[in-house]
């Protein structure tokens, strides 16, 4: 599903967790599209995933935004193969 959606209860401080997903946005739309999932949780505490396929540029992008915001993130949990997404708190 493309754009945010509201996810699960996170096990981890009972934070909501919400995930938007890149899949088929525009390396020229993603920043935008982050900034703007990131700011409408900004002010709640939350886990934010954030689908990025496998694309370089995209997880790229996606990082240089969330460290425009000081967010702390890792990419992929702990011992998950998948190393298509990040995940970050708010």
């Known amino acids: 599903m493309q754009g945010g959606s509201r996810g699960f209860e996170s096990p981890h401080l009972h934070m909501e967790v919400y995930k938007l997903d890149l899949h088929r946005v525009r390396h020229a739309d993603a ?37 425009e915001y000081k967010m702390t993130y890792q990419i992929s949990r702990m011992f998950d193969a998948n190393q298509g997404y990040i995940v970050t708190w708010t």
């Open 31 to 67: 920043k935008s599209k982050v900034i703007r999932f990131v700011e409408e949780h900004w002010n709640e505490p939350a886990e934010l995933e954030i689908v990025t396929g496998n694309s370089i540029k995209m997880r790229g992008i996606v990082l240089n935004t969330l460290d």
